[in-house]
Nanobody, 122 residues
Framework: QVQLEESGGGLVQPGGSLRLSCAAS????????MGWYRQGPGQQRELVAT???????NYADSVKGRATISRDNAKNTVYLQINLLKPEDTAIYYC????????????????WGQGTQVTVSS
């Protein structure tokens, strides 16, 4: 019943910028972490960035200095801004939601969006 809807993907030139959005809807436990992962052609899924409920962030080395992840807790929405896009940023970007019955519960539920295509090419 939990749904994650990504948007903002598309074709952009190298050096350009893109802002992805992911809105979570449905019924779920306390939000713990929201983040973005990506899967390039012939590649495995990899972490791009995450943001916790206390606004702690984690970025992949490949996007550090270029990406900014943010969230709107009231809207259960997470954003990913990527500047200075490179061809190697081309991938399907997936939104991820991790929830817990409580903040310190050892049980974590994970949900995934359907993905949005980002293509960086001139």
């Amino acid at each position: 019943q939990v749904q994650l809807e990504e948007s903002g993907g598309g074709l952009v030139q190298p050096g350009g910028s893109l802002r992805l959005s992911c809105a979570a809807s449905g019924e779920f436990d306390t939000v713990y972490i929201m983040g973005w992962y990506r899967q390039g052609p012939g590649q495995q899924r990899e972490l791009v960035a995450t943001i916790s409920t206390w606004s702690g962030t984690n970025y992949a080395d490949s996007v550090k200095g270029r990406a900014t992840i943010s969230r709107d807790n009231a809207k259960n929405t997470v954003y990913l801004q990527i500047n200075l896009l490179k061809p190697e940023d081309t991938a399907i970007y997936y939104c991820n939601l991790q929830t817990r019955p409580s903040m310190y519960s050892p049980i974590t539920n994970s949900y995934w969006g359907q993905g949005t295509q980002v293509t960086v090419s001139s």
